[in-house]
DNA sequence: AGGCAAAAATGCACGCTCTGTAAAAATTTA
DNA sequence: TAAATTTTTACAGAGCGTGCATTTTTGCCT
């Protein structure tokens, strides 16, 4: 079932280069424009003609105009789901989620020198930073069910099938409790970015992530001094 | 400083009460437009139509077309406020606001005939269900004020004038806290719902709320039976 | 009542987004 | 080089969203 021609292969065709040449094309063209004239000034003619395509092309690669700005990296979420599945096994699920987020953001980091325009562009406009909320929702199922295949293949092996309550409650549990775990990591994710640009003083970003798993891990309870009802 | 004439109390006069007439004459054949049809088949043409208004003044009360089908109800986010405020003074922070979102999603379920056709709208077209969390995202930071609020009140009353630790991270913490308790507690009821809407059996929604937010304060720990890491 | 000012609804015009469809150009394969 | 496949392009058209001037409705005053 393997491929036979080498040629094939990821990225070696020639169409297959020019494709991705001309969507990155447009993408920087569109965050670049975005930066400078804001983005609801930027049309999707200008986007074509800076990209060098003309404006029908421009929806052959996105279904909307608003996709250029928000699509900027299509991997993120698989690269996670990598993170969260080879994470070490002694570590907690909360406690691998955060680590393969942590290592996701640190890529990031590496080229700030796009993504910091893409955030400024994103800061800006909050119709696309709802946008860029919804395009993270579609990996939240993904994500889902690679916790619940770190859950559940050890576990399933380990307690063998002999389950003390009902079948259909650990379903259910073993059904909800990923897909919270995976929903509660991406707003913890985006409640400390928020907090880290809204803050002038520079803090480390990596403080307030783990701060704020900190507060996740301890079941969220009141940050005040003493504590009068543990 | 109080109003002298009485005709200005808020919904007295005949203007508003119009004026909301034709708010909920919009959304109503914009919701029950798209449940019969389809969202992306609805026009604002048919859709004003319907209602009994001219199409331009459709833009007059929404933004865009997708409003119509998002804005059911502005008010939610005000009454989860007040309801987080007069909480029970005993009850921790998680606490106050699971009960205040439990009595928000009671009092939407004694009308569910309108409520059941938008969820349908919106389970039907991702597009829409992304710009229903956009439209939540904007009452997070109400939220958040209001449980900051509700622990920046009493603290600073107790304790005084006298921080044991450096100021400027007692009011970071206080800071980046309600901002997490907010958004992770709007993703709580998300998942809920979703999980809920999701299985085909009539479990209580009550069961997957309570059950949501007994994971949060437990820290989101491994559901599973034994557990070899607490 | 009747008139006056503010607010809302409407009609019209215009630019932009997005989608078919079919023809032309480029790339791969034979 | 020629055929086959894919991509790009031009054209047409429906729908969205906005600004502006006009008309109708509402609230308030004498």
Redesign the pocket.
């Known amino acids: 079932m393997q491929d036979v021609?080498e040629?094939?292969a990821s990225g070696s065709?020639?169409?297959?280069?020019?494709?991705r040449a001309?969507r990155a094309a447009l993408t920087e063209a569109a965050v670049r424009l975005a930066a400078e004239h804001g983005a609801e000034h930027?049309?999707?003619?200008a986007i074509?003609e800076a990209a060098?395509?003309?404006?029908?092309?421009f929806?052959?690669?996105?279904?909307?105009?608003?996709?250029a700005f928000v699509m900027v990296d299509a991997e993120s979420g698989a690269r996670v789901r990598r993170g969260v599945l080879e994470a070490p096994a002694d570590l907690s699920p909360l406690e691998a989620l955060r680590e393969a987020m942590a290592a996701e953001l640190a890529e990031i980091e590496q080229r700030h020198e796009v993504w910091d325009l893409h955030a400024r562009v994103l800061s800006a406009s909050p119709r696309l930073l709802a946008r860029s909320l919804a395009a993270h929702l579609a990996d939240e199922l993904g994500l889902a069910e690679a916790l619940a295949q770190r859950l559940g293949g050890p576990a399933a092996t380990a307690a063998g099938s002999a389950p003390s309550t009902t079948e259909k409650e650990r379903r259910r549990a073993l059904d909800l409790y990923p897909r919270l775990l995976a929903a509660v990591g991406g707003t913890a994710v985006r409640v400390a970015v928020e907090h880290w640009c809204a803050r002038q003083d520079r803090i480390a970003f990596t403080d307030v992530f783990r701060q704020v798993f900190e507060h996740l891990a301890a079941g969220l309870p009141a940050p005040s001094g003493e504590s009068r009802r543990p």
Chains 1, 2 share one sequence.
Do not use: M
């Open positions: 021609s040629k094939k065709g020639l169409r297959e280069r020019k494709k001309t930027v049309t999707v003619e074509s060098g395509v003309s404006p029908r092309t929806f052959n690669y996105f279904d909307s105009r608003d996709d």
